[in-house]
């Protein structure tokens, strides 16, 4: 039995899928070429460039292991080559993700090489041929285990050099994923304290107010969901009124000045984050009738605001799990860190037949921070002076987030920060397991990978279904 044979037996166990696209892969596009090494192991020769030491390629993978300090974690393998680096990984005991770029390269490994024992014996993901978006769900994947991971990348300099610009992608994935804890950690000591406080105000809230559970599914699929989110580019929204007819409609709280400004009460609204002055986006709520949904460690206040009814989710704060274990599980929202991820969660908590997301541009276009006559833009104005005038503070803000440059969903370049990246890393990772259709309406945006960009005239060939939407909600109260 030849090596190929040998290593694709194992491989159907483990990944058929994986097999049949190896077995059906007619990719031609690289001269290579494999010679043995001083030492006896092959070695892969790419271009004419060594992609193995020609001298000892097992002992060359050691090395670049053990400067990276591979232990415990998850390890992601740039570049897989003839496996000598995923083999010296395993020895550590780590779970393994490889990424390698071209099906014949992962081929030609089979062909040379026995790897069965790798194969076999370690926890394995490969994301192969060019869909670098599937990262995130690899790494979603190990992380499922409830721990703390950490991630290390381990680099084959030749592959990595081989096509430069898709692995720079890939690790900017990776550098994004491996952030979220440390975001995490920043956000519970900056507001941990603060989250406290609220829930010992709020608890008793817990068994007064209906949770989420009550809408589960309530749209039944048949209902399209038009969220707003309150980037710039909501400015450039038209027709608004005619989306009303077609969509139920859920508003982020930042976003809900915009849309009573422009006659439009959104069914549901959106408040997660625990600070006083979110509260004031609210103020407007005395002029809606909407539906609020939010959880019982935001800022207290929010609780005094008139509005149609409340309804609670799981609030974000570990300790107040415990309790609400107690009196009941409202209902659990994703929190990306952003109060769009939990609208995002909650339109299909709804059971909404798809989604139509306006204003997510997780970036400044045109430079622009907020739509005009946002609660900041309004505060910015207000506290302005001439030592600091409003567009220093916008300044602060392009500039205080690790600002870059970052594709579009229309192909151009938006500038966009590291928390903001992080926000679009979440979505992605969202994405792969929502089955519905979900739109963007906003192609400057930073491009988010799973999510198609439409436009309005898009939307506006659904039927109007206002009157099924009434239907649908009218027994909330």
């Not at 969660?345 to 306006?358: N, Q």
């Not at 906003?442 to 990978?449: E, H, Q």
């Not at 005239?457 to 039927?463: F, R, S, T, V, W």
């Amino acid at each position: 039995m030849t090596n190929y044979e040998k290593n694709i037996a194992v491989i159907c166990k483990q990944w058929a899928g994986l097999a049949e696209k190896i077995n059906s892969s007619q990719e031609n596009l690289l001269e290579m070429q494999v010679e043995p090494s001083v030492h006896g192991e092959p070695t892969l020769i790419v271009r004419a460039r060594y992609v193995h030491s020609k001298y000892n390629p097992v002992q060359e993978a050691q090395r670049a292991v053990s400067a990276e300090k591979v232990g415990e974690g998850i390890d992601v393998v740039l570049g897989f080559g003839l496996g000598y680096a995923a083999e010296s990984a395993a020895r550590n005991g780590g779970r393994i993700i490889v990424i390698e770029k071209h099906m014949e390269i992962l081929k030609k490994a089979l062909e040379t090489r026995d790897l069965t024992d790798l194969f076999t014996n370690n926890d394995i993901i490969f994301v192969i041929g060019g869909a670098e978006d599937n990262i995130l769900g690899a790494l979603q994947a190990f992380d499922s285990f409830g721990r703390k991971e950490r991630v290390r990348k381990i680099k084959n300099r030749a592959l990595v050099d081989l096509d430069s610009a898709y692995y720079q992608e890939v690790e900017r994935r990776i550098d994004t994923w491996i952030s979220k804890d440390t975001v995490n950690e920043a956000t519970l000591k900056r507001f941990g304290g603060r989250w406290e406080k609220n829930f010992v105000k709020n608890k008793h809230y817990i068994h007064e107010l209906p949770g989420i559970m009550r809408l589960k599914g309530i749209l039944k699929g048949e209902i399209p969901v038009f969220l707003v989110a309150a980037g710039p580019s909501i400015d450039d929204l038209t027709h608004l009124p005619k989306i009303v007819d077609r969509c139920l409609v859920v508003s982020v709280d930042t976003a809900l000045r915009f849309l009573l400004k422009h006659g439009i009460d959104p069914d549901f609204t959106i408040s997660a984050d625990p600070q006083y002055w979110n509260t004031r986006h609210l103020d407007v709520l005395q002029h809606s009738s909407t539906y609020l949904v939010t959880s019982a460690d935001v800022y207290p206040l929010t609780f005094h605001l008139p509005c149609r009814k409340t309804f609670l989710y799981s609030a974000n704060y570990p300790p107040v799990h415990t309790y609400e274990e107690k009196f009941g599980i409202k209902g659990r929202l994703g929190s990306g860190g952003s109060v769009a991820t939990t609208a995002f969660d909650f339109a299909c908590w709804l059971g909404a037949a798809s989604m139509w997301i306006a204003g997510l541009d997780l970036g400044f276009p045109k430079f622009r921070t907020h739509f005009k006559g946002a609660l900041f833009e309004e505060k910015a104005l207000a506290t302005a002076n001439r030592f600091c005038p409003s567009e220093t503070k916008s300044f602060r803000t392009l500039r205080n987030g690790v600002p870059f440059y970052a594709p579009t969903a229309n192909g151009r370049k938006i500038l966009t920060d590291k928390r903001l990246s992080l926000y679009a890393a979440w979505f992605e990772s969202r994405l792969r397991d929502v089955q519905i259709p979900v739109h963007s309406l906003s192609p400057d945006g930073l491009v988010i990978n799973g999510m198609k960009t439409a436009d309005i005239e898009a939307l506006l060939q659904l039927h109007p279904r206002r009157n099924d939407i009434k239907r649908f909600i009218a027994d909330l109260v």
